[in-house]
């Protein structure tokens, strides 16, 4: 089994952490994993995306029962989404993704996560966006001195 740079335990750890934050916000995949996966542990773009898609599933499932039994979970509303999420995922995304550069995804990755931040912030007042936007300048000043 080939598991690059990053030591067995050590991916069990991120799984821990992923494990911790899917069940606390309802992410890890995306957010904490493939991030990891590229610049930690040297994967892909496409790759990280591949091992966070296999791995959440188990984590999702596990989390998705926990919330049922706290009485959030609404089925008749999930399986509805799921229904029309599994074969848009499988052909349209995972399939647009393979086919574009790794660098193409990456930046389509990271601009992503940067919208879906500023949505989620609870008030949109000058404070709070200035700090969305102080913490994206130095997320991107700090990506481009380690590009040197």
């Known amino acids: 089994m080939k598991f ?5 335990l050590l991916y069990i750890l991120l799984g ?8 606390l916000f309802g992410v890890g995949g995306g957010i904490i994993m493939v991030p990891f996966l590229v610049l930690l542990a040297g994967q892909t773009q496409q790759m990280a995306q591949g091992i ?10 596990a989390g ?6 706290g009485g959030n979970l609404n ?6 989404i799921a229904i029309g999420a599994i074969p848009a995922g499988y052909l349209f995304g995972a399939d647009w993704a393979q086919r574009l550069r790794g660098d193409t995804l990456k930046t389509m990755f990271a601009m992503f996560i940067v919208v879906m931040a ?13 700090l969305l936007l102080g913490t ?11 590009a040197r």
Do not use: H
């Not at 089925?75 to 509805?80: E, F, G, N, R």
């Open 136 to 146: 994206a300048f130095v997320a991107v000043g700090a990506r481009m001195l380690m």
């Open 52 to 61: 966070s898609l296999a791995a959440m599933v188990p984590a999702a499932l």
């Open 118 to 130: 500023a949505r989620m912030m609870p008030t949109a007042t000058p404070k709070s966006m200035s």
């Open 4 to 8: 690059g740079p990053v030591p067995f």
């Open 16 to 23: 821990v952490v992923v494990g911790v934050f899917s069940g």
């Open 75 to 80: 089925l008749w509303i999930a399986l509805p």
């Open 64 to 69: 998705a029962i926990r919330y049922s039994k």
